[in-house]
């Protein structure tokens, strides 16, 4: 047998022989033995990559959560007012609260009135939106969710070509099957 090419026809004649471990290869129209679904695997891999076990959303998820869970401790300060006011609830000292006051103030103004948590909010900000330097976080999410609707609908698309492959590998499968049948019977 000569398998065929683009140009020419293939030769009638005996098929290449199969080697152990080849027991799952189909013969193609060139005359050799290939396995239809290496290609399809191979694209599924290449979207998932190593981490097979996570979808594309939970692996968004936890870009975020790393992004938040590194968020630095001046942003705890509300939390500190409320647990503050509950372990003295009892007594006000009004030392105590203008120091209270002063270094809430230094939080959030700086000790010169130009730092603090308003910097770190605008800080925060720019890491959301972005600046004109530098892309932020929120249009840096919206690519991803554009990239996971793209990656969606790409799954989707492939998930139909895999179940055409299947239809056509088990067609392939049951001519290979008929072929062998009609050959033992001409050759008894």
Do not use: C
Request: hydrophobic share 35%; aromatic share 4%; no cysteine.
């Amino acid at each position: 047998m000569v398998g065929a090419t683009a140009e020419e026809d293939g030769i009638s004649g005996l098929v290449p022989t199969p080697f152990k471990g080849q027991q799952d290869l189909y013969l193609q129209g060139d005359g050799t033995w290939s396995d239809p679904a290496a290609d399809v695997r191979a694209d599924l891999t290449r979207l998932k990559g190593s981490d097979t076990s996570s979808t594309i959303r939970q692996i968004a998820a936890d870009e975020v959560a790393k992004v938040v869970n590194n968020a630095p401790e001046s942003f705890d300060t509300l939390k500190e007012i409320a647990e503050w006011i509950t372990e003295h609830d009892e007594t006000i000292d009004i030392v105590e609260v203008t120091t209270d006051v002063t270094a809430l103030n230094n939080a959030v103004f700086g000790p010169d009135g130009n730092g603090g948590l308003v910097v770190d909010v605008q800080n925060i900000e720019d890491i959301l939106n972005g600046t004109p330097r530098k892309e932020g976080l929120i249009p840096i999410v919206n690519n991803l969710r554009s990239n996971y609707n793209t990656l969606n609908s790409n799954v989707e698309t492939l998930t139909g070509r895999v179940d055409t492959l299947e239809t056509t590998v088990d067609d392939i499968d049951d001519r290979l099957k008929w072929q062998d049948l009609v050959y033992d019977n001409e050759n008894p």
